[in-house]
């Protein structure tokens, strides 16, 4: 048995969580761990703690739970530190959609770059670097930070860059796509699809697939998916951009149409490229309406939780998310290979070095180790390259309070860029921090003056809910 501390930033998260907890009690030498759940929500966090205690009390085992609103006391002694955190929650989340709309930037989730996604690092950033700094104080020497939480690229660049603390940004488009590539060729038996992704989080590229050892080409994989009667409606980006560059791309229809400059420009295509029986095939702010829709549901739910908690863990369910995968092979040096959230330093050759890439990796009992060397198809590596440069520009605006960067970073951003005319981007941002100034403490010398701007603001603005609104 291994005795260590589990932190969990944002707890609350309650579906989540269990997840995360559950996936971690499947591994038999961590029977005798202590979860620390930390939230600033005293209600869900109480909650979440009831349904953690009756699983483990279904399962007989001897794991410990603790909750506290407290960060660091929950932080202190801790190995491992997980980030499920969504800072400004719904509030602020709900300017990162609505605010760009009126300017004409129709995001569907807008979470890690596109101007929702640039304001969403700047109210993360200052957050990431107070749990870093308790994380040195308080926790274990060298305990590992793995942050589920987006904007991933811009929370682990700040993490390992300002908060000096070691530290993997974890997702799970790499798994989810490679189900569907394994669906479309057929190919559902482990171990019969393999492959390779590489890129950064949110556009990384399945580079090489294989299915049985044999390689399987671009026109091989786009008839796949065009015959398939339900990716062939669900996808039409990944497909589109699938034909053109070769390579599959790991994100969803909708978020990879808002990383690119070409399928949400313009309000009358739009509904072309997107598929509304789902929020993440490109439905207008569909993100936001699903959580707000969703937002209460462990209030309705909570008893049937409760009763479902009652049953014990069963380890053959155990989920393909990469934490307890990488817990279970640092700590018993079962190994472990998955696609991992780090800073660059040659793994990847054509994207620039201080770059957060997702990219194959091990782990072990000796650690993180990354496959070098890797060269990305020169279009994936273009479009790597203009988000990274957002991101860059994002996480150093963010980190000096400098508003014309942050306003350099929004405009540079491909989809915004193919929208607005710089003065509308101006005055955008100038919005957003307004808006959103409760959550940006960085810029708040700089708030006044953006609302005497925008008090005598020149650019016209619309009443508009966007081009793929689903109608009630």
Known sequence: ?????????????????????????????????????????EHNLTMIRQILERLIAASKLPTRITATTDRRQALDGARYVINCT????????KHDIEIPLKYGVDQCVGDTICAGGILYGQRNIPVILDFCRDIREVAEDGARFLNY????????????????????????????GGQQIAEALGATAPGELEFICSGINHQTWFIDVQVRG???????????????????????????????????????????????PWYRKRPEEIAGWVDMSNWIHGETGGYL???????????????????????????????NEHAS??????????PYRGHFNVRNTGLITNLPEDAIVETPGYVDRFGLNMVAGITLPEACAATCISSINV??????????????????????????????????????????????????????????????????????????????????
């Open 1 to 41: 048995m291994t005795d260590f501390k589990i932190a969990i930033i944002g707890a609350g998260s309650v579906g989540f969580t269990r997840k995360l907890v559950a996936d971690i009690l499947s591994v038999p030498e961590f029977a005798e761990v202590e979860f620390a759940l930390t939230d600033i929500n």
């Open 149 to 176: 939480a987006n904007p991933m690229a811009m929370n682990t660049w700040v993490a390992l860059e300002h908060g000096k603390v070691d530290t993997i940004g974890l997702c799970h488009g790499v798994q989810h």
């Open 391 to 472: 991101q860059r520009m994002a996480v150093h605006a963010a980190m000096t309070g400098d508003v014309e960067l942050l306003k350099l970073a929004v405009l540079h951003d491909p989809l915004v860029g193919a929208v607005c005319s710089p003065d509308e981007v101006w005055q955008m941002v100038d919005e957003m921090l307004v808006a959103q100034a409760e959550w940006l403490p960085q810029f708040a010398g700089a708030i006044d003056d953006a609302k005497q701007r925008l008090a005598r603001k020149s650019v016209p603005t619309r009443d508009w809910q966007g081009a793929a609104r689903r109608v009630a």
């Open 86 to 93: 969504r800072i400004g929650g719904l509030e602020a989340y």
């Open 325 to 334: 995968h990488i817990l279970e092979a640092l700590e018993t040096g079962r």
């Open 214 to 260: 044999r390689k399987i080409g671009r026109d091989e994989l786009v008839a796949a998916f065009e015959r398939h009667p339900v990716y062939s409606e669900q996808e039409k980006v990944r497909i589109d951009v699938l034909k053109r560059f070769g390579y599959y791309s790991t994100e969803s229809n909708g978020h990879l149409s808002e990383y690119l």
């Open 289 to 319: 309406r699903h959580c707000t829709e969703r937002n209460r549901w462990f209030e309705t739910d909570f008893p049937k939780l409760l009763d479902e908690a009652d049953t014990p863990l069963d380890p053959s369910k155990r989920s």
